[in-house]
């Protein structure tokens, strides 16, 4: 038997709308900080930093550097901008999570771990950039439009997925038996 089919709501349309809007305003924040050294930190120090090391270490005959917001490297550089170090994902995350029926110490652990999957995730895609660039330039096109920003979210939804699930399993098992 078909379960009914979810009724749109007045409710649901306004906590959606809110959802939507907080995305909004943590993406108007990200962009208020451009030039910053918020900015400056995350792109700079943590995603071309931590790209650089992982590169010298997978490669160390490249001899990458990290310079400012570039990966400069013999052969083929990346610019690392304001968007590319996977906010937007991040924000999508913590949108969805601060709707999810979950209590606040789950949303925030899902948060912080969503964070850190983000940033992996982000590591490979920026290595996976680096390295199409340096050895098929034809290929890089499609690895920065279309695959590796599938790969970001297909990443993040099969996380959001599986948070929701342990966070329902959490809160089912915290309730009292009837």
Same mark, same amino acid.
């Given at each position: ?8 709501? +007045? $409710?649901?349309?306004?906590?959606? #709308?809110? *959802? ?37 270490? #997978? ?5 990458? $550097?990290?310079? /400012? ?15 590319? /170090?996977?906010?937007?994902?991040? +924000?999508? #995350?913590?949108?969805? =999570? &601060? ?20 940033? &992996?995730?982000?590591?490979? $895609?920026? *290595? !996976?950039?680096?390295?199409? *660039?340096?050895?098929?330039? !034809? ?6 439009? *279309? ?17 929701? /699930? ?8 915290? =309730?009292?038996?009837?």
């Amino acid at each position: 038997m078909l379960s009914p089919s979810p009724r749109i709501t +007045f $409710r649901g349309v306004l906590t959606l #709308l809110a *959802l939507a809007g907080l995305y909004v305003a943590l993406q108007g924040a990200w962009q208020l900080a451009r030039d910053t050294p918020l900015e400056r930190l995350l792109i700079h120090e943590f995603t071309v930093g931590s790209a650089v090391t992982f590169i010298n270490g #997978l490669t160390p005959e490249v001899q990458a $550097r990290g310079v /400012e917001s570039t990966i400069r490297a013999e052969g083929g550089s990346i610019n690392i901008r304001n968007g590319c /170090e996977g906010t937007e994902i991040w +924000f999508l #995350l913590v949108a969805a =999570m &601060a709707g999810a029926s979950a209590g606040w110490r789950a949303k925030l652990l899902g948060m912080l771990a969503g964070a850190v999957l983000v940033f &992996a995730l982000n590591q490979a $895609r920026v *290595l !996976g950039l680096f390295y199409g *660039l340096r050895y098929d330039r !034809g290929l890089f096109d499609t690895l920065h439009t *279309l695959l590796a920003p599938l790969f970001m979210v297909a990443g993040a939804l099969l996380f959001y997925l599986a948070w929701a /699930e342990w966070s329902g399993r959490r809160s089912r098992a915290a =309730m009292p038996a009837r």
